[in-house]
C-alpha cells in the first residue's frame, strides 16, 4: 500500500522502491483490493525484498509492523510506527491505507517546506522544495 501511495503521489520527484524481509508470493489480495478502491491499481505488484531494490537510498521510511528490519545505507530515515493489518478484517486494511496515504502526503509537504535534511552521504543539508 505505502508503495502505491509514494507511486501517485511522490514518483513525480523521486523513484520509488518497497521491499519487505519476508517472501510472500502475491501481494496481499486485501491490500490490493482496499488500493483499488481509491483507483490505485495494484494487481501487476509483486512483493520484493530488500535485496531486490538498490543497496543505497536517499530516503528510507520504515512501517514498524513490530519487524526489525537490516541496516540499509540512507540519508533519512524514518519509521511510521505502523500495524500490519494483516489477518485483520477489510476494514482494517482501509484503515491502514488511510493512514499510510496521510503520511505520504505530511512526508511530501515536510520535504516541500524544507523540513527534512539529509546526511550519512555527505554535509548534512536541508532539502531543496520538490
Same mark, same amino acid.
Given at each position: /500500500?505505502?508503495?502505491?501511495?509514494?507511486?501517485?503521489?511522490?514518483?513525480?520527484?523521486?523513484?520509488?522502491?518497497?521491499?519487505? =524481509?519476508?517472501?510472500?508470493?502475491?501481494?496481499?489480495?486485501?491490500?490490493?483490493?482496499? /488500493?483499488?478502491?481509491?483507483?490505485?491499481?495494484?494487481?501487476?505488484?509483486?512483493?520484493?525484498?530488500?535485496?531486490?531494490?538498490?543497496?543505497?537510498?536517499?530516503? &528510507?521510511? =520504515?512501517?514498524?509492523?513490530?519487524?526489525?528490519?537490516?541496516y540499509?545505507?540512507? *540519508?533519512?530515515?524514518?519509521?511510521?510506527?505502523?500495524?500490519?493489518?494483516?489477518?485483520?478484517?477489510?476494514?482494517?486494511? *482501509?484503515?491502514?491505507?488511510?493512514?499510510?496515504?496521510?503520511?505520504?502526503?505530511?512526508?511530501k509537504? *515536510?520535504?516541500?517546506?524544507?523540513? &527534512? =535534511?539529509?546526511?550519512?552521504?555527505?554535509?548534512?543539508?536541508?532539502?531543496?522544495?520538490?
Amino acid at each position: /500500500m505505502a508503495e502505491g501511495w509514494a507511486k501517485e503521489l511522490l514518483s513525480d520527484s523521486f523513484n520509488v522502491y518497497s521491499a519487505g =524481509t519476508e517472501y510472500y508470493k502475491e501481494v496481499k489480495p486485501l491490500a490490493v483490493h482496499v /488500493m483499488e478502491e481509491v483507483g490505485i491499481k495494484m494487481s501487476m505488484h509483486q512483493p520484493k525484498l530488500l535485496s531486490d531494490i538498490p543497496k543505497e537510498v536517499d530516503f &528510507l521510511i =520504515t512501517m514498524g509492523c513490530n519487524v526489525k528490519c537490516p541496516y540499509v545505507p540512507n *540519508r533519512h530515515k524514518e519509521d511510521w510506527g505502523l500495524d500490519d493489518p494483516s489477518g485483520g478484517t477489510l476494514d482494517d486494511f *482501509r484503515k491502514t491505507r488511510d493512514l499510510i496515504k496521510k503520511k505520504v502526503i505530511d512526508f511530501k509537504n *515536510r520535504i516541500e517546506e524544507g523540513d &527534512l =535534511t539529509l546526511s550519512l552521504f555527505g554535509p548534512t543539508k536541508k532539502i531543496d522544495k520538490l
